[in-house]
């Protein structure tokens, strides 16, 4: 399994951004992708996560109003739209790959790269 992060940039606070996670695997597979995020020096962080189906999502505590996730199943991408970001939110932003919606990043056996957000004016 392979997952590619994209979407990351400079925004100012109060804007918009659209990650995006591209999903590839050699198997069929119905995993749950979970996006993350982790500021330098700290502890990586639940942000949201989706069922292979789109029926199961959750999100953190802290994500719950301004962040969006969503699966594509036909172009095999999961997306996270955040909204009015603010410079708390400037973090690497990681997709995963799991068997199970979960906040816990060791219940997710694949990473991508990571992305970028950095918001500032």
């Known amino acids: 399994v392979q997952l590619q992060a994209s979407g990351g940039g400079l925004v100012q606070p109060g804007g918009s951004l659209r990650l995006s996670c591209t999903v590839t695997?050699?198997?069929?597979?119905?995993?749950?992708t979970g996006w993350f995020r982790q500021v330098l020096g700290k502890d990586r962080e639940f942000v949201a996560a989706?069922?292979?189906?789109?029926?199961?999502?959750e999100y953190s505590d802290s994500a719950k109003g301004r962040f969006t996730i969503s699966r594509d199943r036909k172009k095999n991408t999961v997306d996270l739209q955040i909204l009015s970001l603010k410079p708390e939110d400037t973090a690497v932003y990681y997709c995963a790959s799991g068997s199970v919606v979960a906040n816990a990043d060791f219940l997710y056996d694949y990473w991508g790269q990571g992305t970028l957000v950095t918001v500032s004016s």
């Open positions: 989706i069922s292979w189906s789109g029926e199961t999502i």
């Open positions: 695997s050699q198997t069929f597979r119905m995993d749950a």
